[in-house]
């Protein structure tokens, strides 16, 4: 497995616990100020560490690394007056204990800051099962928190491929059966993607293949919109802005 692979992948799930666990600091952080949670724990953190964003509503909207600060700095506090039955010295290890190179705290760190070229796979597995293991501590589970993170993103680029371009030719009096047929099968696999990512692949895959030309050439004799004509409109709603591709 490429490094780049194993820092992705590892990002991408850092990035789906890091909700769950802003929750669960909020809640602890309000029960302790139930006013001023903000100013008397959350503001000296980041003073501390030199952050200066506070357009923030909720704590699920930091990065992972001050929200695991915070964890770390109020331990203590948390785990003596809390009720919940997650401030364990297990957990500690697992989130913050930077001495454990498999904690949440230290694959954050290392993910951000990678200081090697080459990433055994036995290190990927490690960070995998602590990010496991800390969506079952924060009660749900790491393909629970993935689906949740991917699935309106996937929506969004589905329903616009499907609605602009797919059910409308399916609905096509005109088109020929083995383009109709082609059609049903694209319609298939791209429901089967699990990520927006997947739709992405899959959709740029079609727009260079030989079928996929085919295709296109029998929608434009007919003045029908195809993967062409939406591709911006595909590639702003995934990338955040028109990502055009240089011919």
Known sequence: MESIRILQDTYEKLYAITPPLGDL?????????PQFWRDDYVTRIFQKKGFLKDDWAHLYEIDSYYLLEILREYWRDFSTYSESRFFTK?????FVNKKNKSSIISIRNEVSHPEYWNYEISTYNAWHESLEKAAVA????????LYELHEPERKKILDIILNRVVNPALQSTVLPPEILK??????????MQNTASGIMAFFTDALHSERGKQIYEAFEKHGMASFESIKDEVQKAYYGTAHLEKE
Do not use: H
């Open 25 to 33: 600091i909020e809640k602890e952080l309000r029960a302790l100020s």
């Open 182 to 191: 082609s059609i049903e099968d694209t319609k298939n696999r791209l429901e």
């Open 90 to 94: 297990e957990n500690w290890d697992l």
């Open 138 to 145: 924060l009660g749900s589970s790491l393909p629970e928190l």
